[in-house]
């Protein structure tokens, strides 16, 4: 019996079939993709490189088993006049090779694997050169970085100097998240209630995107943030700039009564140093206490040097938010501030301005440098 | 009125006919492992519908950037209850009811060895899936994966009560899976017992078809493995609900605690999913390929190994969560090793097919796709296995890939195939052979254009369990592919639906043995008649029905087993 639905005159759907497939391979090419085949560290670049080897020997296995299968269909389908075939039961030998095969091969591969694991193991963590310890705190939906050598809390980017080893604690006092930046390192859980740590370094200077990994609730999908690795001294220079407390805004500026309204709308969520009562940047990592505060919403301090709102659901820029009749329609912030509900559904933010306050609180936050 | 004595055929009685007599009545109070297992396998299907359109409605919100088909807390809920329902109420239920109308006719036995629990388990089913379907109409859909982890699946968490779970939405997935484990545990009991205790005398295990081999093992893992879950569920609603701590870090509990009880379960549960497919292919492609299956004695026993294995693995599901050192090497050398048994049964199914004379009927088109596709699930499943290349790719579209090519293009597969082979036995029709070629076309191209993308998309960073994603990521066109696909393959599904409604009318009329075929089950009627076989039936080997109508080239006459 012929193969079905597959005379002559159809062949070539096989090749176009499998050309189109395989432009499926060329039709993403990382176009600004988090991708983890583009690598800026070592721990990632030992992981990726274990892509690699599993593609090799996959393609081989794949081709094989798929080549023997074709061959046997084409080779002993059924024409007229075939003789009934051998019924042959088995055959110890090929049973015991062909068992011993695949464990070879998957034996070497679990080299490899043992190698990988111990090499981007907390307990591997480089002990020469420099170290910078950030605790990442995973809150529901967006990413706390606190630096505790610096007493530094920020949110949503985490600033880094590249050549460095970055050593993190993981920490969430919700639910568990997980810690990703596909061009630097693996995953690793924030599991409330446990102290994982990873460390990794960046090579290259760069803004590497960070994804948290984990079904977290409704907005898992909107918990990116960003690593941004800088050389030394722009760290440095970063670092100093972020322990200070807000510049405040010259008065009468439509600034200023941003900064108003700030404390009188924002102050019980946000914290801004200096601005909001009583807050400090601190380890909010653990449990909430009465004395101790507990981050409801990003800390703003410095928020007009960063460019990711919310959890990395939209960023901003300058340029754009500018004061001017097209503020609404042109800057992230300002939409944010007008509907955060419409943007990112289900998030803890509920808020309604006026437009005259939206424009002043994004001229407050701007200054926020 | 008078009395009726029997011989007395001049005496009539009046009565009114009671319920089980009449053709309602017939179904809901059957015991017959026959009509349980058709009840089994057209609920599992329509359960396979109801699933099949949350699968669309996940591609449609995912078919463009920044979807808006569905709000979150909707997507939250669609994706879970694709999972569970595709599992606990499609899968399980369809093999488990191949298993019942098979496995006493495969064995020469009469019916399974506790009917009545048999119905039972039938039932279950059906009210534990209305259950589950019933949390929409309460706004309370699970919606914390099918995995429902916790601390999401508490009542509260943190800081912010209303970032977990303070609506009875894990109630519905706790209340449902339990029901269904009831069900599960009352057929696999039913399995084991049958199987070990009601063969056909001749019938030695070594010679009963491998697709009861794999009822067998699939019974033991239920059993073995349904406790943890019931653990884990219970611990959960004690804490939602009595005021414990199992699961919570604030007071001493620990989050990890659940995910290690349900992947204990969990992992065992995938090759529940799979190994009564791998019986299926195993009846299917010798049969087709006119020769006995190669190495019935290590494909069998690779099942067993299989099922002990699957409970050395669970925490490759936890890769990420920070397990110690030690703890990654052992399950990653555990999962390794679960590779090489599956290995090698896919090369026996291929030495099967070696030699043969192949027909290429739709049973055995579903059979040799099933393992085209299952090979690229063990590759990419294998790869998974490789720790530090997981931590980059787990919780990522790669694993969506990766289940799908072992789940739709192993476990649905092999049901297909399972359906167009049986499917003259069970109705005394014939599934239309042109239809059939057209529907497995569409879902070969189908999966391939949904799934295959995935592999890409994981590697490019997209995670999985999201809503929607932003236009600059690079990821449209594959999901827009995907989405295609997925659509292809809906309407493969409603091609099958037209060739069962149209056969089921007008369709070939099947004899008892239509694919002259090798086990006990063809030495029926189609469909059998109701105590199944008139004489015990003679085994002297693994093909008891071969040597019947062969008996000058009967197994036992060549080999001894």
Request: glycine share 8%; charged share 10%.
């Amino acid at each position: 019996m012929r193969m079905p639905l597959f005379r002559r005159t159809k062949r070539w759907l096989v090749p176009v079939t499998g050309l189109l497939l395989f432009s499926i391979l060329f039709a993403a090419c990382g176009e600004n993709s988090p991708t983890i085949l583009n690598t800026h560290g070592p721990v990632a670049a030992q992981e990726t490189f274990l892509f690699w080897v599993i593609l090799v020997i996959s393609t081989i296995i794949f081709l094989g088993v798929e080549g023997v299968l074709i061959f046997n269909i084409v080779r002993y389908r059924e024409r007229p006049g075939m003789e009934a075939p051998k019924q042959i039961h088995g055959n110890t030998a090929v049973e015991i090779a062909w068992t011993a095969a695949p464990a070879v091969v998957l034996l070497i591969v679990l080299v490899f694997t043992v190698r990988g694991v111990l090499a981007v193991a907390p307990e591997s963590q480089p002990t020469t050169g420099n170290t910078i310890n950030v605790t990442a705190i995973g809150h529901q939906w967006w990413w706390e970085f606190y630096y505790p050598d610096y007493n530094i809390t920020t949110a949503d980017s985490m600033v880094i100097p590249v050549n460095t080893t970055i050593h993190v604690n993981l920490y969430s006092n919700n639910v568990i998240h997980s810690f990703w930046v596909p061009a630097l390192t693996g995953k690793t859980d924030l599991i409330p209630g446990h102290d994982n740590t990873k460390w990794f370094v960046a090579n290259d200077p760069g803004t590497y995107q960070g994804i948290c990994a984990e079904f977290c609730g409704t907005q898992h999908a909107n918990m990116r943030f960003d690593v941004v690795a800088e050389s030394s001294d722009a760290f440095n220079t970063w670092a100093i700039n972020a322990k200070q407390a807000a510049t405040t805004p010259a008065a009468g500026t439509t600034a200023a009564q941003g900064e108003a309204i700030f404390k009188e709308q924002c102050a019980t969520c946000h914290g801004i140093v200096g601005v909001t009562p009583k807050y400090q940047m601190q380890d909010s990592s653990k449990v909430c206490t009465t004395t101790q505060a507990c981050l409801l919403g990003p800390d703003l301090t410095h928020f007009g040097s960063r460019h990711l709102i919310a959890g990395g659901v939209l960023s901003w820029d300058a340029q754009s938010c500018q004061p001017g009749p097209d503020l609404m329609t042109k800057c992230n912030i300002a939409k944010w501030l007008h509907d955060p509900q419409a943007i990112k559904p289900g998030n803890d933010m509920n808020v309604n301005l006026t437009q005259d306050q939206i424009t002043q609180l994004v001229a407050y936050l701007l200054t926020l440098k | 009125m008078a009395t009726r004595t029997i011989g007395d055929s001049a005496t009539t009685v009046v009565r009114r006919r009671s319920l089980s007599e009449s053709y309602l009545g017939l179904w809901l109070t059957t015991t017959d492992h026959k009509l349980i297992g058709l009840m089994y396998i057209v609920t599992g299907f329509f359960f396979f519908l109801v699933g099949g359109m949350e699968a669309l409605l996940i591609r449609t919100q995912l078919a463009q950037p920044n979807g808006k088909v569905l709000s979150p807390e909707e997507y939250n809920a669609v994706f879970t209850m694709h999972g569970v329902t595709m599992i606990f109420l499609f899968v399980i239920p369809v093999l488990s009811g191949f298993g019942n109308y098979v496995v006493p006719l495969m064995i020469g036995a009469r019916d399974m060895a506790f009917p009545r629990m048999n119905a039972f388990g039938y039932w279950l089913v059906l009210f534990g899936g209305v259950f589950l379907q019933a949390s929409f109409l309460f706004n309370a859909a699970p919606d914390g994966g099918w995995f429902q982890y916790a601390p999401l699946s508490e009542l509260s968490c943190g800081a912010n009560a209303v970032s977990c779970a303070p609506g009875m939405n894990p109630d519905f997935w706790v209340l449902g899976t339990m029901l269904l484990g009831i069900s599960s545990i009352a057929g696999s009991l039913n399995f084991v017992v049958t199987i070990l205790k009601l063969r056909a005398p001749g019938m030695s295990i070594n010679r009963m078809p491998l697709f009861t081999w794999m009822m067998l093992v699939t019974s033991f893992l239920l059993l073995f493995a349904l406790p943890s879950l019931t653990v884990a569920s219970f611990l959960l609603l004690l804490d939602r609900h009595l005021g414990m701590h199992f699961y919570q870090w604030g007071f001493g509990g620990d989050p990890l605690l659940w995910q290690h009880l349900f992947w204990s379960f969990g992992h065992p549960e995938v090759y529940i999913l799979i190994l009564p497919a791998f019986g299926i292919i195993s009846e299917v492609l010798p049969v087709f390929s006119r020769k006995p299956i190669f190495g019935y004695t290590f494909i069998a026993w690779s099942g067993v190994a299989i099922g002990f294995l699957s409970f050395t693995v669970w925490a490759h599901h936890m890769f990420a969560v920070g397990l110690p050192s030690i703890a990654q090497v052992f399950f990653a050398t555990s999962t390794t090793l679960i590779a090489i048994p599956t290995a090698v049964k896919i090369f026996n199914w291929l030495a099967t097919v070696f030699g043969g004379k192949i027909s290429f009927k739709v049973p055995m088109l579903f059979a040799l796709g099933f393992v085209a596709m299952f090979l690229i699930g063990g590759l990419n499943g294998a790869a998974l296995a490789v720790v530090p290349f997981d931590y980059q790719i787990t919780d990522t579209y790669f694993v969506v890939a990766h289940i799908h090519y072992v789940l739709f293009g192993g476990s649905v597969m092999g049901i297909f195939a399972g359906i167009y082979y049986w499917f003259p036995k069970f109705t005394g029709k014939i599934l239309g052979e042109r239809l059939g070629q057209w529907q497995f076309w569409l879902l070969m191209i189908g999966m391939n254009l949904t799934f295959f993308p995935m592999h890409i998309l994981g590697l490019l960073g997209m995670a999985r369990r999201i809503y929607t994603y932003p236009a600059d990521q690079g990821w449209n066109e594959l999901n827009a592919m995907a989405s295609v696909g997925a659509f292809i393959i809906g309407i493969g599904v409603m091609v099958f639906m037209y060739n069962v409604i149209a056969s089921l009318k007008n369709g070939q009329k099947a004899g008892s043995d239509p694919w002259d075929a090798f086990t006990l089950e063809w030495d029926t009627t189609s469909p059998p008649k109701k105590y199944n076989f008139l004489e015990l039936p003679v085994v002297r080997s693994r093909r008891p029905f071969y040597d019947k109508k062969y008996p000058e080239k009967a197994d036992w006459k060549q080999v001894t087993h």
